[in-house]
């Protein structure tokens, strides 16, 4: 019998979706992107981000003149979405095209509703970094895996948002950032971090200096580090033995490779309760970066329920 937790965690394989993910990569980034070129800086380019929906990917409001738009990938439709809130609306199908088709047509729709969209039109922490209006490489869309994707995001958006409420501190939102392809949640301590040395492809070094402006730890999970992705978790900068620590679950483990903890999706998918898997990964990986970095842990972290009463009726 197939158990509900195994219905919810999906199992998606990398290598099956290898050319879609890529393709789909350069799609956020123009999404992006356009959203960046609208939105006001917020610490840490948190304007930038993309959010899980229920039915994709969303940018959220994205101000504009007086008004606002949005734009939302929907991976239960497969169709590229942009509403305005002067009630302006166009689609269009996501289906196999190459990443210039795709910008071409976005490009198209927002001059149809009059949202200008100026952006830089490379993509940014990959090499090589091709313009989008002449990559002709990325050009695959299987339905069925960007589905899959989707609700392996909406899986760890859920886990995440839960170990997200457990800190007072500054914390970001779970916001997938589409440079990297990651679902991220951050925690910080208050403190200022050294300037990061940057070395990200094709990505400014100022860029990483703004993100890591302060002492943190950091969540996520990406597809990729393990056969059906991973959850990861650092520090920056990383506190001494900070990669020696013991954290669970089993299964989960420090990457040299990658400088961070990982626990590979398909290991949280196989355990008997995977939300618990992933909330012990979150929580004992945090607490390596809090108590190895003597964060005031007392004064970031609280219990989420500390208003819950009993109903009296």
Same mark, same amino acid.
């Given at each position: 019998m197939t158990s509900r937790a195994t219905m919810s965690w999906p199992s998606l394989r990398v290598s099956d979706w290898t050319p879609t993910r890529d393709t789909l990569h350069m799609?956020?980034?123009?999404?992006? &992107?356009? /959203?960046?070129? !609208? *939105?006001? =800086? =917020?610490?840490h380019w948190w304007q930038v981000t993309l959010y899980v929906s229920p039915r994709g990917l969303t940018t959220s409001a994205i101000p504009h003149r007086s008004g606002a738009f949005e734009i939302e990938f929907d991976f239960l439709g497969h169709q590229l979405d942009v509403r305005s809130s002067d009630g302006g609306a166009r689609s269009f199908p996501l289906r196999p095209m190459p990443v210039a088709e795709f910008y071409t047509q976005i490009m198209d729709l927002l001059d149809q509703l009059g949202i200008e969209a100026t952006i830089q039109p490379r993509p940014n922490e990959v090499d090589p970094a091709i313009p989008f209006a002449e990559d002709h490489d990325h050009a695959s869309y299987d339905g069925e895996a960007a589905t899959l994707f989707w609700r392996q995001l909406l899986q760890a958006n859920r886990v995440m948002g839960e170990f /997200? $409420? !457990? +800190?007072?501190? &500054?914390? $970001?939102?779970? !916001? +997938? +950032?589409? %440079? %990297?392809?990651? =679902? *991220?949640?951050? /925690? +910080? $301590?208050? /403190?200022? *971090?050294p300037p990061h040395p940057g070395g990200v492809p094709n990505c400014g070094d100022w860029v990483m200096v703004e993100g890591y402006s302060r002492e943190l730890s950091s969540c996520g999970f990406w597809p990729g580090g393990g056969e059906e992705g991973a959850f990861y978790s650092y520090a920056y900068p990383e506190p001494d033995g900070f990669a020696e620590q013991e954290i669970g679950p089993e299964g989960a483990f420090f990457s040299t490779q990658f400088q961070q903890f990982l626990l590979p999706y398909e290991v949280a998918r196989a355990a008997p309760d995977p939300d618990r898997a992933v909330a012990e990964f979150l929580r004992t990986t945090y607490e390596s970066a809090a108590d190895r970095g003597h964060w005031d842990r007392s004064a970031l972290e609280d219990n989420p329920s500390r208003w819950h009463r009993t109903p009296t009726a």
């Amino acid at each position: 019998m197939t158990s509900r937790a195994t219905m919810s965690w999906p199992s998606l394989r990398v290598s099956d979706w290898t050319p879609t993910r890529d393709t789909l990569h350069m799609w956020t980034q123009i999404v992006g &992107k356009i /959203r960046m070129a !609208h *939105a006001p =800086l =917020l610490n840490h380019w948190w304007q930038v981000t993309l959010y899980v929906s229920p039915r994709g990917l969303t940018t959220s409001a994205i101000p504009h003149r007086s008004g606002a738009f949005e734009i939302e990938f929907d991976f239960l439709g497969h169709q590229l979405d942009v509403r305005s809130s002067d009630g302006g609306a166009r689609s269009f199908p996501l289906r196999p095209m190459p990443v210039a088709e795709f910008y071409t047509q976005i490009m198209d729709l927002l001059d149809q509703l009059g949202i200008e969209a100026t952006i830089q039109p490379r993509p940014n922490e990959v090499d090589p970094a091709i313009p989008f209006a002449e990559d002709h490489d990325h050009a695959s869309y299987d339905g069925e895996a960007a589905t899959l994707f989707w609700r392996q995001l909406l899986q760890a958006n859920r886990v995440m948002g839960e170990f /997200r $409420s !457990h +800190f007072v501190g &500054k914390v $970001s939102p779970v !916001h +997938f +950032f589409w %440079g %990297g392809m990651d =679902l *991220a949640c951050t /925690r +910080f $301590s208050g /403190r200022p *971090a050294p300037p990061h040395p940057g070395g990200v492809p094709n990505c400014g070094d100022w860029v990483m200096v703004e993100g890591y402006s302060r002492e943190l730890s950091s969540c996520g999970f990406w597809p990729g580090g393990g056969e059906e992705g991973a959850f990861y978790s650092y520090a920056y900068p990383e506190p001494d033995g900070f990669a020696e620590q013991e954290i669970g679950p089993e299964g989960a483990f420090f990457s040299t490779q990658f400088q961070q903890f990982l626990l590979p999706y398909e290991v949280a998918r196989a355990a008997p309760d995977p939300d618990r898997a992933v909330a012990e990964f979150l929580r004992t990986t945090y607490e390596s970066a809090a108590d190895r970095g003597h964060w005031d842990r007392s004064a970031l972290e609280d219990n989420p329920s500390r208003w819950h009463r009993t109903p009296t009726a």
